[in-house]
């Protein structure tokens, strides 16, 4: 496992992934082979110089390392796994980094087949919003092979601005799962908090500046001010729907450990109550939305939203 990494195959272009697989052209100078399903996604990589290619099969041939930064376990399991997967063809001592959040069980499947193909497989699950993406900001937890880091740090440092290697194995998949049980929680006290300040009649306003500039603000807090002062939802940096999907996967996890996680079994019903009530595209904080609508501050909407 020698030489510069100058070429990346990368696959999903989505919220967090398309700027910083941009970034990785802009910034980075790397050259990008892109696989994707969304036409315009993929005309805008090729105007940025990106070579697209037509299956994961090919994001894995001619390149010196792979990035993937998929929704969860059944597309990670179908990138790397799947037929025309992308280890199907890539060559021993290829760097392939997943950066998604997914569970330990399914990263393991990978990680043993791609050992058995002499591919170093690297967990890196990113924490930070599409803001830091762009900005090359975003927190990175590392585990996997020492050497593979090393070799693929000046990457990371084109994305991130927080780089932490954790492991030899899984522990990047922990460490992202048991960090998103502590922000999913936040937004539910918080809520129930302001709802309080609010039906006692203390200025919406004054009630938010004194959340933020308090002992319990945080910079998770700090980043959500604004959202929270006007109440508005609809430009999520990470959804209602989003968040159940990493609590099941927090449960799962406590469950295969047998640990005791009451509070984050009801954290979870209530972003699950969001997410049937029409509000699953909403921005997280949006536990706000429903506890005002539950609590006879603001009527129920008309409508369902989507």
Known sequence: MVGEIRVIGFRGLGKMGFPMARRLIQV???????????????????????????????????????????PGDRELLEVYLGDRGVLERMEPGTIAMDMSTVTPTASRRVAEEASRRGVFYLRAPISGSTLFAERGELTIYVSGDRGAYERILPVLRVLGSRISYVGGGEEARYLKLLINMIVATTPVIVAEALAIGEKAGIDWKTLVEALGSSVVASPQIGYKLKTLMEKDFTKPAFTVRQMVKDLDYALEVGRELGIFMPLTSVVRQIFEAL????????????????????????????????
């Open 28 to 70: 980075g100078g790397y050259r990008l082979k892109v696989y994707t399903s969304d036409r315009e996604k993929a005309e805008e990589m090729r105007r940025l110089g990106a070579e697209i290619v037509n299956s994961n099969e090919e994001l894995g041939v001619g390149v010196d390392a792979f990035i993937s930064s998929i």
């Open 275 to 306: 997410d049937k009530s029409g509000r699953g595209e909403l921005d997280y904080f949006a536990t706000l939305d429903l506890v005002e609508e539950l609590s006879g501050i603001k009527k129920p909407p008309r409508e369902k939203r989507t």
